[in-house]
């Protein structure tokens, strides 16, 4: 513990803050508390085990039955036998003693007051001793001086459960941030109003749709349906092209090439005003090669076995973290990254300006195809165009910003416009009087465009 608090204080020294993850939905099958203060029970401790759901059970039982774990091949050396009398449901809600090897069988489900089985009723007053032994763990990282949550599955636990606790947090440390994992755009407002989440994962809208673009499927016209969509709470929206559950961009079973993924970062990082993040080693084009042990090769880096991450390993360098063993084509890689977060983070185009897309009147008009994606950015003179295309050959296309939104961003008719190239730095272009250009498109290519 005290090596954490080191770490935190470190952290915040350096102007960094600290986010940790929490796992409010399950816990391991064979959970046990390690080290607890006096007078503190584990979860399920002080269960009754004979009843399938009790409110203040704080797990759902399966009465009269014991657990059959799922047959799969053991690695070598691995002995015993797991035993669990009666069974608990898991982790996905699985009522059924023998769940497969697709479920989620090595958590069990924590009960929240919700009779799952008894078609939903919830029971919430008096509050279940799941909330309360919840709550004390939030508030025991919160005064460990924690800056935020990562909240695993946030929309497995009742919306009501988060509305009761965050505030509670927050009066330990009113700047504590709140992040769902949630994957139901139907129940994003419920989760930021009702519940108090300050950001919320954008994965089955952005992040699904960026990711079929990169593979050649879909339409570039359907990001702005999804901002719009989104209206009102984009800025509370958390973007990003990888995490630890999602395959690595540059594995072959993504976009198999570092530079192929940039154009979809961009659009993650500048679309609106919410925050992006990045999984360690993207920057580098750390592609989760090699067969892991617990999942085999899937793309991903493994977060259950003792694993390398080579390429992140070439910037850390043995320690001296400079990126020494790096090739010239990473370190162009991670400039990229550099200045791309660089600028979504500091211009006040990307940080606080409105946003205007203008891909379905190109593509309407025939100037671009719905491979190709530009919108803009504006706050007062800060001015920024976005494009980026996912086309697999190079193609000339034309972009035209419409009336109104030129009228919108306070570009004046009368007045002559070029606009330069910040990412790359090696493209400017003029627009005529129709407020148009001509700009070649190589594969994968990507622009932020100030206007001047």
Known sequence: MKEFEALVARTHAAGLKVIIDFVPNHVARAYRSDNKPEGVRDFGEDDDPTVAYRPNNN???????????????????????????PAKVTANNQFRPDPSVDDWFEAVK???????????????DPVPDTWNKMKDVLVFWANKKVDGFRCDMAEMVPVEFWNWVIPQVKEVNPEVVFIAEIYNPDQYKDYLSQGGFDFLYDKVLLYDTLRNLVGGKGSTVAIDGIQQRLKGINHNMLHFMENHDEQRLASRFFAGDIWKGCPAMVISATIDRGPVMIYF??????????????????????IYDYWGVPEHQKWMNGGAFDGGLLSLEQKQLRMFYTDLL??????????????????AYNVSKGNI????????RVAADEKMLVINSFNSEPKTVRFQIPPEVADAAGLDE???YIARDLLWREV???FDENMSFELLMKPYSCFIFKIK
Request: negative net charge; without cysteine.
């Open 281 to 302: 080693g993207q920057e580098v084009g750390e592609p989760g090669a090699g067969d892991e042990g617990f999942s085999g090769e899937d793309g991903r880096t493994t």
């Open 59 to 85: 797990f759902y039982y399966l009465p009269a039955t014991s657990f059959v774990p799922p047959r799969r091949t053991l690695p070598p050396g691995m002995q015993g036998h797991y035993t669990e009398s």
């Open 369 to 376: 195809t719905p491979d190709i994606h530009a919108f803009m």
């Open 110 to 124: 924590l009960n929240y007051g919700v009779d799952i089985q008894g078609g939903g009723a919830k029971s919430f």
């Open 428 to 430: 400017e272009v003029g």
């Open 342 to 359: 660089s600028l979504a983070g500091s211009n006040p185009a990307f940080t606080s300006g409105e946003y205007y897309d203008i891909t």
């Open 414 to 416: 009368e007045a002559v």
